[in-house]
């Protein structure tokens, strides 16, 4: 049990690790929406989609593992959490599995958190583009605007509104 144990301190850091990885470039994401950098916002994708496979993977294992140690715990009636594995190791395995457990919660928040403030940030440009597609397409079609004056007035023609000084 000893070695099943170990080696789910060793999946967990490394998953920590990668949570930390895709958190960095969650950031850079932000910095590539706002300054609107398109080619280098496909790069970041491309890299964060990269470490989710891993992830999974290493989830994959981790799962694995956690079966396991249920099998030889005695605890095969019900799923074996993280945190069960945790209460139930003593020693230093068991502090060692306790602060990655924490260290894996805490990472998991603040990479859950980045993403709302990026779909936050991408929902606002999208707002932002729709709107600005709407205005345009109302220019082009010569749909009545409201002139200098502040009265209703038809379009002389599609770019009139574009090229019309105050």
């Given at each position: 049990?000893?070695?099943?144990?170990?080696?789910?301190?060793?999946?967990?850091?490394?998953?920590?690790?990668?949570?930390?990885?895709?958190?960095?470039?969650?950031?850079?994401?932000?910095?590539?929406?706002?300054?609107?950098?398109?080619?280098?916002?496909?790069?970041?994708?491309?890299?964060?989609?990269?470490?989710t496979r891993g992830l999974a993977q290493l989830e994959a294992?981790?799962?694995?593992?956690?079966?396991?140690?249920?099998?030889?715990?005695?605890?095969?009636?019900?799923?074996?959490?993280?945190?069960?594995?945790?209460?139930?190791?003593?020693?230093?395995?068991?502090?060692?599995?306790?602060?990655?457990?924490?260290?894996?919660?805490?990472?998991?928040?603040?990479?859950?958190?980045?993403?709302?403030?990026?779909?936050?940030?991408?929902?606002?440009?999208?707002?932002?583009?729709?709107?600005?597609?709407?205005?345009?397409?109302?220019?082009?079609?010569?749909?009545?605007?409201?002139?200098?004056?502040?009265?209703?007035?038809?379009?002389?023609?599609?770019?009139?509104?574009?090229?019309?000084?105050?």
């Open positions: 049990m000893k070695s099943l144990l170990v080696e789910l301190t060793v999946v967990l850091r490394k998953e920590v690790d990668q949570y930390r990885r895709l958190l960095a470039l969650v950031r850079e994401e932000r910095g590539r929406v706002v300054r609107s950098e398109l080619a280098g916002l496909l790069e970041v994708v491309q890299e964060k989609e990269a470490i294992f981790r799962s694995s593992l956690v079966d396991q140690l249920a099998v030889e715990l005695g605890e095969g009636g019900l799923p074996l959490t993280l945190t069960r594995v945790t209460d139930l190791s003593s020693g230093e395995i068991g502090r060692t599995l306790r602060a990655l457990r924490v260290e894996f919660c805490e990472v998991v928040d603040l990479l859950r958190a980045a993403n709302d403030v990026n779909r936050t940030l991408l929902d606002r440009s999208l707002e932002f583009v729709q709107g600005s597609l709407e205005l345009l397409r109302a220019v082009m079609a010569g749909t009545p605007t409201y002139g200098a004056r502040g009265r209703l007035s038809e379009t002389a023609g599609p770019l009139a509104v574009v090229n019309r000084t105050a």
